[in-house]
Nanobody
């Protein structure tokens, strides 16, 4: 069975930084890419960032480009999301996802999801 567990969420002031971690176990069925998505209060889930299995390719939503950095460490079975220059609009529940169903990793269609970790940015 595949399990994904996020950690690192919390409360931070605008302009601050936060680092999210996602550890995973079990075997992913097909694609090895992983992504981060978020759901803000009263809004639908949206794409944040994704990374290929090898780590050679990364993708970012325009809203976080230049501020967030996704990375992975296969030896530790983990993927990270370094968030800098945080803004109040970044406040959301963040989810780690694995095994995208389609080649477009920005789509919210993955086979596995974590339970989420809350990020709150105060102004």
């Amino acid at each position: 069975q595949v399990q994904l567990v996020e950690s690192g969420g919390g409360l931070v002031q605008a302009g601050g930084s936060l680092r999210l971690s996602c550890t995973y176990s079990g075997s992913f069925r097909s694609r090895g890419a992983m992504g981060w998505f978020r759901r803000a209060p009263g809004k639908e889930r949206e794409f944040v960032a994704a990374i290929s299995w090898s780590g050679s390719s990364t993708y970012y939503a325009d809203s976080v480009k230049g501020r967030f950095t996704i990375s992975r460490d296969s030896a530790k079975n983990a993927v990270y999301l370094q968030m800098d220059s945080l803004k109040p609009e970044d406040t959301a529940d963040y989810y780690c996802a694995g095994d995208p169903k389609y080649p477009d990793y920005t789509l919210g269609e993955y086979d596995y999801w974590g339970q989420g970790t809350q990020v709150t940015v105060s102004s």
